[in-house]
């Protein structure tokens, strides 16, 4: 049988190891991708941990996974050997639960994701369901697609979703990994785009982004601030920190929304008045299905956005990861394989 190189985590909280495998055949419904590019990304730490208890040992991560198609399984229809795809969060779905009968194939109660409950892209090649494919455009590199079939869906779905129209106050919460994203996001979707981040370092990049206005929540009452550019129709929250979501959450518009996308373990607070008085709404958005990814790498071929990306080789995946848990990345690290 021919050989590939993956990275695989053996044991609930083990090591990264670059192992050999055999390279994996695709079955009915499938297809094997030769992957190019893998993302990491801090929803990684779920299979390292073992976070979900359904995380099948020994398992391979990532689920940025950029590469092109070289084998196809039995009734797979309208995707051939040598198309570029990428393969996000969304991993395929079940088909049969009540949120997929009503199209929120997102949101499927039997939700399959690469590297979180099957074998992902820290590897020379995966097994994926056709119906989790995204097709690349051909302007977009492999290692700058990867991030997009996550952060970018993320940010670039929430957004076109949110209610918000062209000319609108929109504000991105945090400029990190996801913020650096939904700030060309909104500037390029004609949003008027206000980011928001802790201390004066980060205005310079910001503005590079496309924002008209940098608040620096440090010295800035940002909630204050908002209420004064007219209230924001929607605040991005990409940071970690449920404090700080709580505290912009007066600098709402009427009818305004909070959407949260940024994952912590502190709750968000918020008064009644200040939802009442205003009929203002918080919402989470989970990423999108395989076509908001595919809208996703679409726009961005379209708009020029790009991810702020730094690259390693495959087997350098535990440095990359360890990077990234470290907040040091800047802002999105990317395993490449040399294909």
Not at 30 to 54: F, M, N, W, Y
Not at 157 to 181: K, M, Q, W
Request: charged share 20%.
């Amino acid at each position: 049988m021919a050989k590939m190189r993956a990275i695989q985590i053996a044991t609930k909280g083990g090591p990264l190891e670059l192992v050999d495998r055999e390279l994996p055949q695709p079955g009915r419904g499938e297809v094997r991708v030769k992957v190019q590019a893998c993302g990491v990304c801090h929803s990684d730490v779920i299979a390292k941990e073992g976070i979900l208890p359904t995380v099948p040992y020994p398992i391979v991560p990532g689920h940025e996974i950029a590469g092109i198609i070289d084998a196809v399984g039995e009734g797979v229809v309208g995707w051939n050997v040598g198309t570029r795809v990428g393969v996000g969060w969304f991993g395929g779905h079940c088909g049969r639960c009540e949120p997929c009968r009503r199209g929120e194939l997102v949101d499927c109660r039997n939700l399959r994701i690469p590297g979180i409950n099957y074998d992902g892209g820290y590897a020379e090649a995966m097994i994926a369901p056709a119906d989790a494919l995204a097709l690349i455009p051909d302007d977009l590199s492999p290692v700058d697609a990867a991030p997009l079939l996550c952060a970018g869906v993320t940010t670039y779905n929430a957004l076109r979703e949110s209610g918000a129209r062209p000319g609108d106050l929109v504000a991105i919460l945090g400029i990190g990994g996801l913020g650096h994203l939904g700030v060309q996001f909104a500037a390029k979707m004609g949003f008027r785009t206000v980011a928001i981040a802790r201390g004066v370092d980060k205005e310079p990049l910001a503005r590079k982004l496309g924002a008209h206005v940098y608040l620096n929540s440090q010295t800035q009452d940002v909630a204050a601030e908002l209420t004064r550019l007219g209230g924001a129709k929607t605040i991005l929250a990409t940071v970690t920190s449920g404090q700080a979501m709580s505290s912009v959450i007066p600098g709402l518009s009427v009818r305004g929304k909070l959407v949260v996308v940024g994952v912590g373990a502190d709750p968000i607070v918020v008064g009644p008045l200040d939802l009442i008085a205003g009929s203002r709404t918080i919402v989470g958005h989970a990423s999108g299905a395989s076509i908001d990814s595919q809208d996703t790498l679409s726009f961005s071929s379209l708009s020029g956005v790009r991810p702020m990306i730094e690259t390693m080789p495959l087997e350098r995946a535990a440095e990359a990861f360890d990077k990234m848990m470290r907040n040091e990345a800047r802002f999105r690290m990317v395993l490449t394989t040399g294909h």
